[in-house]
């Protein structure tokens, strides 16, 4: 099977974020019929390993895809895969996932190697579960990054949600006097937080979601408030944080109001200095591949980061998708077979 068939097989099988089953039992099946031994941890991650000995590499790839996600009809067009323009086309990350079975079906030099297939890395709650006693390997590769083949990522932000109630004292519109407005003191908050890029410039914070109050005649009596910090540097990451705790404190004491702060969905970032050892040898794979290695400084989260979180050097690569996320989503013939090309020099090289 070629990698265009196999990939549009993956693309129709539907497998949005926490619907995985289906494409599941088809990697179990690949997985079987290509001498792999696998087991799925709790929440359905897919473990698998051949039977050759010594340290093996670990390729990873997530199963699952955003919507609109369901029902897609892949259609090639001079060499471009696209969907009918009604969905996305799910390349991210099913061409990884075809150019990892392509490759493996194509390497005639066995290499002990490792493959993990995840749930939910568009929406958190697979990876972060795995059982990592699992995994021998101490080196792992993800192609999961919309770029140009050839792109190296040497970076990613450490990041988290923050959810912000301030409470003040419901009243009827015509007493105010009887109650505590929780608008002014969240406003006030709000405009003096530093948002957007920080001029530390490896920093950003976002307000992303602000609701409140139940009607036009009542003195609101809480704004719910709700973000995020992003930052490439861990000390500056936790000094933004300690800020927006810090001025919350302020505002709830200098407006007599309460409040609530809960912080959740954190993912550790992670920096890889371009002269190690691995991103060395990587890159030189990328050159006999006839790519230019690109470093990239600044990239998204994937599940590159809990990798490295719990001790396994992973690098995230370039995949050649465009427009992922979007009903306009693309990949080329061409940039598949280069990349299925590319895993297979990894495997035998790394």
């Not at 101490?138 to 140009?148: T, Y």
């Not at 602000?210 to 009596?221: A, H, K, Y």
């Not at 006839?290 to 001790?311: E, R, T």
């Not at 427009?323 to 090309?341: A, G, M, V």
Request: net charge neutral; glycine share 8%.
């Amino acid at each position: 099977m070629n990698i265009t068939t196999q990939f549009t097989n993956l693309v129709t099988i539907s497998s949005p974020s926490g619907k995985e089953e289906e494409i599941s039992h088809y990697l179990q099946k690949w997985l079987t019929n290509n001498k792999f031994v696998y087991k799925i941890d709790s929440v359905g991650n897919i473990y698998a390993k051949n039977n050759v000995k010594g340290i093996p590499l670990l390729l990873c790839a997530h199963m699952d895809t955003v919507q609109p996600g369901e029902n897609i009809k892949p259609q090639a067009k001079k060499g471009i895969i696209t969907s009918d323009g009604t969905t996305i086309l799910g390349a991210d990350n099913k061409a990884a996932i075809a150019a990892i079975m392509q490759a493996v079906e194509n390497s005639q030099e066995q290499k002990p190697l490792e493959i993990l297939f995840t749930v939910k890395e568009e929406t958190g709650g697979g990876a972060e579960f795995f059982p990592f006693k699992w995994i021998q390997a101490k080196n792992a590769l993800i192609f999961d990054s919309a770029k140009p083949l050839g792109g190296i990522i040497l970076s990613s932000p450490h990041i988290v949600n923050f959810d912000i109630h301030i409470i003040g004292k419901a009243a009827h519109s015509s007493l105010p006097e009887k109650g505590i407005n929780a608008f002014t003191p969240a406003f006030q908050m709000l405009s003096v937080l530093p948002v957007g890029m920080q001029s530390d410039n490896e920093s950003t914070v976002n307000i992303g979601l602000i609701e409140g109050g139940t009607g036009i005649n009542t003195v609101p009596d809480t704004i719910h408030i709700q973000g995020e910090v992003r930052s490439y540097n861990k000390k500056l990451f936790n000094q933004h944080v300690k800020n927006i705790k810090a001025l919350l404190k302020e505002t709830a004491k200098k407006w007599g109001v309460s409040y609530t702060l809960s912080l959740n969905g954190y993912c550790a970032g992670y920096t890889h200095k371009k002269q190690s050892k691995l991103i060395s040898s990587i890159s030189s794979i990328l050159t006999s591949s006839n790519l230019s290695p690109v470093f990239h400084g600044k990239s998204g989260i994937s599940d590159a980061n809990v990798l490295n979180v719990n001790g396994i050097e992973t690098v995230n690569l370039s995949d050649g998708v465009q427009n992922p996320h979007t009903t306009k989503e693309q990949i080329s013939e061409k940039d598949l077979e280069k990349l299925s090309e590319i895993i297979k020099k990894c495997i035998t090289q790394l």
